[in-house]
């Protein structure tokens, strides 16, 4: 929606609340339907809302502060360890979910602000080569982390990871309530939905406050920024602090979501798929940046079922495997993107005014 | 009357270059002081090194009589010296009205949790911060133009933008460099009516100008820079008699 029509909306409160109601139903529906076609499109819809919360995360390093990572997907391996070393067999600790998430956000705070201190000097290109070097360091850390003293296990990953667990409510479980059966992942898919609604809010105040103007300033002219008082240091800090948590919180879930981790899931092209959601959607714009997540998360898997079957009846026989086809049509998308629209599908008007004016 | 800045044998050297010799001035509060000097005389030197862009050679500051840590240039501002650029340097994508926010940033606190939570204090804040930037964008005169786009503004308002933004840092000392460069004759005027209402409102003004016509005329106080080293200093009148000076702009007499 436009700015516009948004603001057209809002003259008629009754529009606007109908959309609003038949949005949330569509939601809450939404898990039913996808369990009507098969589970795993349950799994694969909660693994896009995960990575639809990585995504607003670093939409918050490089939409609004303009700071190019290419390693965020380590803050998501940082709270995903976070939660595996404090909720699982392997130092037979078992703390509840809503204590770790918090420690698992602090934790990955804490990494963004080690990633923000020594690269505060550098822009653009060197950059995003130095947070590149970082994501990587942090995945070869959670491979060789196993000796002398065993934390990580190594490449062999952690398994049997706690789900979440509220008193005798546990989120990998089958219920069935007023008829109607909730299995695991409709389960966590809701409370997906709650944390993505969270970091909406979050990521749509902070946009207008203060800090975001702030942001947002260092990323127009960091020069002037700095004459008018901004402590660019701090902001800048400020922001891979905020979008290294997000990323840990997402980490945190996405562990107890799959039950087992393991250094595999945090590799670079993880970070770049990210970055890519960030970027097709449209740079700082909330909405596109949720749109290029689902996006990117959906259209692989659904090739990953229809380009063997539609060869099969086309040819008789299967030619290209369903992963190079994706990775065929990824690259043509980004192309024909930078081609037609830059500034992202559905760019935030800042953005799109940088890229087409400038 | 005393001094709201005082430059105590300010040196600044780049490599084999002394862009900076031994330059002391001093600027009595409430004046507008003009800082003169042909090209490469060093007054945009003298800017960076006071706003905390170049590090000082040798010298220091002092600003109203506690001395300036002019470590970096957002502690400068945050101490009371807000700066223009001689290359305006506006938030280019930002409006005029967001940029004069951008201004009050020094002057507010509120932190993330704040913005997250939407506390009173934050909303209050914020309130003030709003009204404070349509009084300033009023104030020199581009009230109608709080939503245009800082870089599709006609240059003049963005040389008014430029002021407002760094009057919104509620400065003791506003630093012009060359605020008049690029103005036809009328934008001059309506600049000069403007820096006499700041100054009548009470804050202290920086001014480096090439328009000799304007320094003279507006211009409590004159120092002329040339090589590096202050030749001159003294009201405008007596500045512009000085032969010193006549041979700095002019060259030297024909022996």
Same mark, same amino acid.
């Given at each position: 929606?436009?700015?516009?029509?948004? /603001?057209?909306?809002?003259?008629?409160?009754?529009?606007?609340?109908?959309?609003?109601?038949?949005?949330?139903?569509?939601?809450?529906?939404?898990?039913?339907?996808?369990?009507?076609?098969?589970?795993?499109?349950?799994?694969?819809?909660?693994?896009?809302?995960?990575?639809?919360?990585? /995504?607003?995360?670093?939409?918050?390093?490089?939409?609004?502060?303009?700071?190019?990572?290419?390693?965020?997907?380590?803050?998501?391996?940082?709270?995903?360890?976070?939660?595996?070393?404090?909720?699982?067999?392997?130092?037979?600790?078992?703390?509840?979910?809503?204590?770790?998430?918090?420690?698992?956000?602090?934790?990955?705070?804490?990494?963004?602000?080690?990633?923000?201190?020594?690269?505060?000097?550098?822009?653009?290109?060197?950059?995003?080569?130095?947070?590149?070097?970082?994501?990587?360091?942090?995945?070869?850390?959670?491979?060789?982390? &196993?000796?002398?003293?065993?934390?990580?296990?190594?490449?062999?990953?952690?398994?049997?990871?706690?789900?979440?667990?509220?008193?005798?409510? /546990?989120?990998?479980?089958?219920?069935?309530?007023?008829?109607?059966?909730?299995?695991?992942?409709?389960?966590?898919?809701?409370?997906?939905?709650?944390?993505?609604?969270?970091?909406?809010?979050?990521?749509?105040?902070?946009?207008?406050?203060?800090?975001?103007?702030?942001?947002?300033?260092?990323?127009?002219?960091?020069?002037?920024?700095?004459?008018?008082?901004?402590?660019?240091?701090?902001?800048?800090?400020?922001?891979?602090?905020?979008?290294?948590?997000?990323?840990?919180?997402?980490?945190?879930?996405?562990?107890?979501?799959?039950?087992?981790?393991?250094?595999? /899931?945090?590799?670079?092209?993880?970070?770049?798929?990210?970055?890519?959601?960030?970027?097709?959607?449209?740079?700082?714009?909330?909405?596109?940046?949720?749109?290029?997540?689902?996006?990117? &998360?959906?259209?692989?898997?659904?090739?990953?079922?229809?380009?063997?079957?539609?060869?099969?009846?086309?040819?008789?026989?299967?030619?290209?495997?369903?992963?190079?086809?994706?990775?065929?049509?990824?690259?043509?998308?980004?192309?024909?993107?930078?081609?037609?629209?830059?500034?992202?599908?559905?760019?935030?008007?800042?953005?799109?005014?940088?890229?087409?004016?400038? | 009357?005393?001094?709201?800045?005082?430059?105590?044998?300010?040196?600044?050297?780049?490599?084999?270059?002394?862009?900076?010799?031994?330059?002391?001035?001093?600027?009595?509060?409430?004046?507008?002081?003009?800082?003169?000097?042909?090209?490469?005389?060093?007054?945009?030197?003298?800017?960076?090194?006071?706003?905390?862009?170049?590090?000082?050679?040798?010298?220091?500051?002092?600003?109203?009589?506690?001395?300036?840590?002019?470590?970096?240039?957002?502690?400068?501002?945050?101490?009371?010296?807000?700066?223009?650029?001689?290359?305006?340097?506006?938030?280019?994508?930002?409006?005029?009205?967001?940029?004069?926010?951008?201004?009050?940033?020094?002057?507010?606190?509120?932190?993330?949790?704040?913005?997250?939570?939407?506390?009173?204090?934050?909303?209050?804040?914020?309130?003030?911060?709003?009204?404070?930037?349509?009084?300033?964008?009023?104030?020199?005169?581009?009230?109608?133009?709080?939503?245009?786009?800082?870089?599709?503004?006609?240059?003049?308002?963005?040389?008014?933008?430029?002021?407002?933004?760094?009057?919104?840092?509620?400065?003791?000392?506003?630093?012009?460099?060359?605020?008049?460069?690029?103005?036809?004759?009328?934008?001059?005027?309506?600049?000069?009516?403007?820096?006499?209402?700041?100054?009548?409102?009470?804050?202290?003004?920086?001014?480096?100008?090439?328009?000799?016509?304007?320094?003279?005329?507006?211009?409590?106080?004159?120092?002329?820079?040339?090589?590096?080293?202050?030749?001159?200093?003294?009201?405008?009148?007596?500045?512009?008699?000085?032969?010193?000076?006549?041979?700095?702009?002019?060259?030297?007499?024909?022996?």
């Amino acid at each position: 929606m436009t700015s516009a029509g948004f /603001s057209r909306l809002k003259e008629h409160p009754v529009a606007l609340w109908a959309g609003v109601a038949l949005i949330a139903v569509a939601l809450l529906v939404l898990p039913f339907a996808l369990a009507a076609v098969g589970t795993a499109w349950v799994r694969i819809m909660n693994l896009a809302i995960l990575f639809a919360l990585l /995504s607003l995360g670093l939409n918050i390093v490089v939409g609004y502060a303009g700071l190019l990572d290419l390693g965020y997907i380590a803050f998501y391996g940082v709270g995903a360890y976070t939660y595996a070393l404090l909720a699982s067999p392997q130092f037979n600790i078992h703390l509840p979910f809503w204590i770790i998430l918090p420690i698992g956000a602090l934790v990955a705070c804490f990494f963004g602000v080690l990633l923000g201190v020594p690269t505060l000097k550098l822009r653009g290109d060197y950059l995003a080569i130095v947070t590149l070097g970082f994501g990587e360091i942090v995945r070869i850390f959670f491979n060789n982390l &196993s000796q002398p003293v065993n934390i990580t296990n190594g490449p062999q990953g952690i398994s049997r990871i706690d789900p979440f667990r509220l008193g005798g409510f /546990s989120f990998n479980q089958s219920e069935t309530f007023a008829g109607l059966t909730f299995s695991g992942p409709v389960k966590y898919y809701y409370l997906l939905l709650l944390v993505l609604l969270a970091v909406i809010v979050i990521n749509v105040r902070l946009q207008d406050s203060r800090i975001g103007r702030a942001w947002q300033a260092i990323r127009e002219d960091e020069v002037a920024a700095g004459a008018m008082g901004i402590n660019t240091a701090h902001v800048k800090l400020l922001a891979f602090a905020m979008g290294a948590s997000f990323g840990g919180v997402a980490g945190g879930i996405f562990a107890a979501i799959q039950g087992f981790i393991s250094p595999e /899931s945090f590799v670079l092209v993880e970070s770049i798929m990210v970055l890519s959601m960030v970027v097709l959607g449209g740079m700082g714009n909330i909405w596109g940046v949720i749109v290029g997540a689902l996006l990117l &998360s959906f259209v692989p898997e659904i090739l990953r079922y229809t380009v063997d079957p539609l060869q099969r009846l086309l040819f008789g026989k299967s030619f290209v495997e369903p992963e190079v086809i994706r990775m065929l049509l990824f690259g043509l998308a980004l192309m024909l993107m930078m081609l037609f629209r830059p500034a992202g599908l559905w760019p935030s008007k800042v953005r799109q005014r940088e890229l087409t004016e400038s | 009357m005393t001094a709201l800045l005082e430059a105590k044998n300010i040196g600044k050297r780049f490599g084999g270059l002394e862009a900076l010799t031994d330059i002391t001035l001093s600027i009595a509060r409430g004046d507008i002081y003009g800082l003169i000097g042909p090209n490469g005389a060093g007054k945009t030197t003298f800017f960076n090194v006071l706003t905390g862009f170049y590090a000082a050679d040798r010298g220091s500051f002092l600003l109203d009589g506690a001395p300036l840590s002019v470590t970096s240039t957002h502690a400068v501002a945050a101490a009371g010296i807000a700066r223009t650029f001689q290359n305006i340097r506006l938030f280019e994508n930002m409006t005029a009205l967001e940029n004069v926010m951008v201004g009050r940033h020094v002057r507010t606190q509120a932190g993330v949790v704040g913005a997250i939570l939407r506390t009173r204090s934050t909303r209050n804040e914020e309130r003030a911060i709003h009204e404070r930037a349509h009084y300033l964008l009023d104030y020199v005169g581009i009230a109608g133009r709080q939503h245009t786009l800082a870089h599709s503004l006609p240059y003049g308002d963005q040389r008014r933008l430029e002021i407002a933004r760094a009057l919104a840092t509620a400065p003791k000392l506003l630093a012009l460099d060359e605020p008049a460069a690029g103005m036809n004759a009328t934008e001059t005027a309506t600049l000069k009516l403007l820096l006499e209402r700041i100054r009548a409102d009470g804050t202290t003004i920086l001014l480096i100008e090439h328009d000799v016509k304007l320094v003279m005329g507006l211009c409590d106080r004159v120092a002329v820079l040339d090589y590096g080293r202050k030749i001159a200093e003294g009201v405008p009148a007596a500045v512009q008699r000085d032969a010193a000076v006549i041979e700095a702009y002019l060259g030297g007499a024909i022996a």
